[in-house]
């Protein structure tokens, strides 16, 4: 028996519901929406004139711009709430536009303008101002509707709200993909920025506490050596040769430091001999695949290292693991780094494994981090950093060289 399907089976079910005689609650939620755009538009209307009118008289004056940028911040807010009294009366689901970027350097008066540049204020007092005549138009058109037009309201409500849904999206959505990105890449500038500090904390720390309390204690014993090198030659040799060792261990930390900043077999041999290297201190063993025709840039290959570099460390200290894998290859646009092992799982964001950090150093620069790690194993994460050539900037730019060309 094949069952038939109605027109109503096949409506969009995000859509409102069809108007009919007797209404439902969506389209007393228009009717209220169209009712309530006359005190809105009339508050909105006022603010958004007196503001901008004020702030472009002003203008000459030293207060003038701060009077402007302030009003179209209020304008910012008017939106918000247009924007909230649609998503409950009219369905209308629409993202909060970026913050204003914040300007490096420039001073108040760079701060000033770029406030003053505000698309989405100016949007707002545009959506403002143009709206009052068609609040009163859906004001008195339902209003009279209601008590003399009955059997049509429904369809009246429904063609205006329709109205006032395409004006919310066309004014009050942010802009195009631009906006939603500067306030993605405000947040991820700061985790650059705290991970840089962090690293430079570290370093400073390491080289006090390691190489430079060792070299102070070496310098130390020396001079006691010079001192006993005529009176006592013996005791001066074994201070000698206690110094030798002691030179020997600061070396070695120097070159673990440096390993740590940026890997010399990174920046002479590329990501297979790094990673075959990183892997190779590995409590288990790891087998690594390398699928790549040419070097990412710099940026690009180092953060790959580390990343590569911190998940081994993860699988030796938490994974209980017999084998692992790392493999690396380039698809499209995009470079991609998989780390497998065959350890207990449960692996997670918040599992305080550092994979917090991992994920929020690869979204600065536009990278992607998943975990699968269930509980028993295995796991699998996947990191996807944008691909560079070497050689380009972030623009995709070539860079000249030192002789003002550019690098081949």
């Not at 859906?138 to 003399?148: I, N, P, R, Y």
């Not at 536009?366 to 560079?388: H, K, M, N, Q």
């Amino acid at each position: 028996m094949t069952a038939s399907v109605t027109p109503q089976d096949q409506r969009d079910p995000g859509a409102p519901p069809p108007v009919g005689l007797a209404y439902p609650g969506a389209t007393w939620k228009e009717f209220a929406h169209l009712l309530a755009n006359l005190p809105a538009t009339l508050i909105g209307f006022v603010y958004s004139v007196v503001f901008v009118s004020l702030g472009a008289a002003l203008a000459v004056t030293v207060i003038g711009l701060p009077v402007l940028v302030l009003g179209l911040r209020g304008a910012r807010l008017l939106g918000r709430a247009e924007r909230g009294r649609a998503r409950r009366l009219l369905g209308v689901r629409i993202e909060e536009p970026s913050r204003i970027p914040r300007r490096e350097g420039g001073g108040v008066l760079g701060r000033l303008w770029d406030g003053v540049k505000d698309p989405v204020g100016w949007r707002a007092a545009l959506y403002s101002v143009i709206r009052l005549p068609w609040g009163v138009v859906t004001f008195t058109v339902s209003l009279v509707s209601f008590f003399a037009l009955w059997p049509v309201l429904g369809h009246l409500v429904r063609g205006m709200a329709n109205v006032d849904r395409a004006m919310v999206r066309g004014l009050l959505s942010p802009s195009d993909e631009l906006e939603r990105r500067i306030a993605e890449l405000e947040s991820g500038r700061g985790v650059v920025v705290d991970t840089a500090a962090a690293d430079l904390r570290r370093i400073e720390r390491d080289l006090h506490d390691g190489a430079q309390a060792r070299l102070v204690a070496l310098a130390m014993g020396l001079g006691l050596a010079k001192e006993k090198v005529l009176e006592d030659p013996e005791a001066a040799a074994l201070m000698v040769e206690e110094a030798h060792g002691e030179v020997k261990l600061a070396l070695q930390e120097l070159r673990d430091l440096a390993r740590g900043i940026h890997p010399a077999v990174l920046t002479d041999r590329g990501l297979d001999a790094a990673l075959s290297a990183v892997s190779a201190r590995c409590t288990v063993p790891v087998r690594v695949e390398v699928d790549l025709r040419q070097r990412p840039a710099e940026a690009i290959e180092g953060i790959a290292y580390f990343t590569v570099s911190e998940l081994l460390q993860n699988v030796s200290k938490h994974s209980g693991a017999r084998s692992a894998a790392v493999e690396v290859w380039r698809a499209g646009d995009r470079l991609l780094l998989q780390v497998h092992d065959d350890g207990h799982g449960g692996a997670s964001l918040d599992g305080g494994t550092g994979m917090a950090g991992l994920a929020e150093r690869l979204g600065a620069v536009d990278g992607l981090f998943v975990i699968d790690s269930p509980r028993g194993g295995p796991t699998t994460i996947t990191a996807e950093l944008p691909w560079r050539d070497r050689g380009e900037d972030r623009a995709g730019r070539r860079v000249p060289d030192r002789r003002g060309g550019a690098k081949p």
